[in-house]
């Protein structure tokens, strides 16, 4: 099994198989262009700093955090680049990063403070989570399938016609999600794959282009 592959296997796991699989992680960023390659996290409830600590050194960084009381990460992102798994880490748990000059610099967002842009923007996946035709629960599981056919397939479950910038048509999405509304499984998507979700025309129709 590779480290990547360890680090993949832990839905539901004790946190000591998360601290396991995060030193699995740190082990693989001591591997020519770790940083460039894809990584792979099915973490439920790990300890954030313990999180952010691995992929600091898949990037090479030194970590700067300040304290931050209590806050655990539970994602499930597959053949993605550290810099995007940091980017939706960050999102779950409430954090901005920044990395430059050798550091990874994290600042805490306020608890029930400002959500992330693809949320709150009015025309994002809160606009989605409003309209029931986007609450029916899915199971997903995806390994490099088109994003142009995905969103195909989400406008069928949902009766919505989906409007996809040419851009994105080809972009893949590999994700493994379980009973989760489909407005949810949309948010995901976008956050790997830097699109922007706009409901159009009284949610007749919804238009993905790039963020």
Do not use: Y
């Not at 306020?110 to 609450?135: I, K, M, N, Y």
Request: proline share 5%.
């Amino acid at each position: 099994m590779s480290k990547n592959e360890e680090f993949g296997a832990l839905a539901a796991a004790p946190r000591r198989a998360v601290r396991l699989a995060l030193s699995a992680l740190l082990l693989s960023a001591a591997t020519a262009a770790a940083a460039a390659s894809p990584i792979t996290l099915e973490l439920v409830d790990a300890p954030a700093d313990e999180v952010l600590s691995a992929l600091a050194a898949v990037l090479d960084a030194e970590l700067e955090m300040p304290p931050h009381g209590d806050r655990d990460v539970t994602v499930t992102l597959h053949g993605v680049q550290a810099t995007t798994a940091l980017q939706v880490v960050c999102e779950s748990i409430g954090c901005d990063w920044t990395l430059g000059g050798g550091r990874l610099s994290i600042a805490w967002q306020e608890r029930g403070g400002s959500a992330p842009s693809v949320q709150s923007a009015e025309t994002g996946a809160a606009a989605l989570q409003d309209e029931p035709r986007f609450g029916e629960e899915l199971d997903l599981s995806l390994r490099d399938a088109r994003l142009g056919e995905v969103l195909a397939g989400f406008a069928k479950v949902t009766g919505v016609p989906v409007d996809v910038a040419a851009e994105l048509e080809n972009a893949t999405v590999t994700v493994e999600l379980r009973q989760v509304p489909a407005w949810k499984a949309l948010e995901q998507i976008c956050r790997v794959n830097g699109c922007r979700l706009e409901l159009l025309d009284a949610a007749k129709r919804l238009r993905v282009s790039p963020r």
